[in-house]
């Protein structure tokens, strides 16, 4: 069975750092693009950032340069590092396997991440 | 970017309705779309993916259309357990984007 459990979320001030965790089994998650996607309470879907099987990686605008994407194949792990957190990135960050063409087929429960002071 | 609306924003429905959702690309995405449901609490599920495709272990009451830039979900006759919040997706070319949504409640 497929399943992806997303950690790390928690209360952080302005300016914080935090480093959210996926941990993926069930699967060859070597083979998978990951991607991380987010949902402010109450309200629609952000797509936040992607890595690829090569290791590419791909960023919402509005984290580009704060928040930086990684896995590591031998943990099953997918990462992320979001800096200099502001009070709009406040959501429920969602880790989600991506089974081909874009296509998030499966999903975490979602960490939640509250930035204020 | 490319943007993603559907509409309407909101639909009221009753059980065995037949409930159609538009959604609009801002430029042409062939049929990379999908859609999703989400319930409160729960994490989005995908129903359809390649504009028409269904999901393993989705109903068949779901159905999807389009091509380009417009699309559609139709459920065909509405059920209870479907009452949720229906979002649709490009995946066409970063960065991905999402629909603004569509909450689908009882009448």
């Known amino acids: 069975e497929v399943q992806l459990v997303e950690s790390g979320g928690g209360l952080v001030q302005p300016g914080g750092s935090l480093r959210l965790s996926c941990a993926a089994s069930?699967?060859?998650?070597?083979?998978?693009?990951m991607h991380w996607v987010r949902q402010d309470i109450g309200k629609g879907l952000e797509w936040v950032s992607s890595i690829g099987t090569a290791g590419d990686r791909y960023y919402a605008g509005s984290v580009k340069g704060r928040f930086t994407i990684s896995r590591e194949n031998v943990k099953n792990s997918l990462y992320l590092q979001m800096n200099t957190l502001r009070a709009g990135d406040t959501a429920v960050y969602y880790c989600?396997?991506?089974f081909g063409s874009g296509y998030l087929d499966y999903w975490g429960q979602g960490t939640l991440v509250t930035v204020s002071s | 970017d490319i943007q993603m609306t559907q509409s309407p924003s909101s639909v009221s429905a009753s059980v065995g309705d037949r409930v159609t959702i538009t959604c609009r690309a801002s430029?042409?995405?062939?049929?990379?779309l999908a859609w999703y449901q989400q319930k409160p609490g729960r994490a989005p599920k995908l129903l359809i993916y390649?504009?028409?495709s269904l999901q393993s272990g989705v109903p068949s009451r779901f159905s999807g259309s389009g091509s380009g830039t417009d699309f559609t979900l139709t459920i065909s006759s509405l059920q209870p357990e479907d009452f949720a919040t229906y979002y649709c997706?490009?995946?066409?070319?970063?960065?991905?984007?999402f629909g603004p949504g569509t909450k689908v409640d009882i009448k």
């Open positions: 390649a504009a028409s």
């Open positions: 069930g699967f060859s998650f070597s083979r998978y693009d």
């Open positions: 989600a396997r991506d």
């Open positions: 997706q490009q995946g066409t070319s970063f960065p991905f984007t």
């Open positions: 430029q042409g995405i062939s049929s990379w």
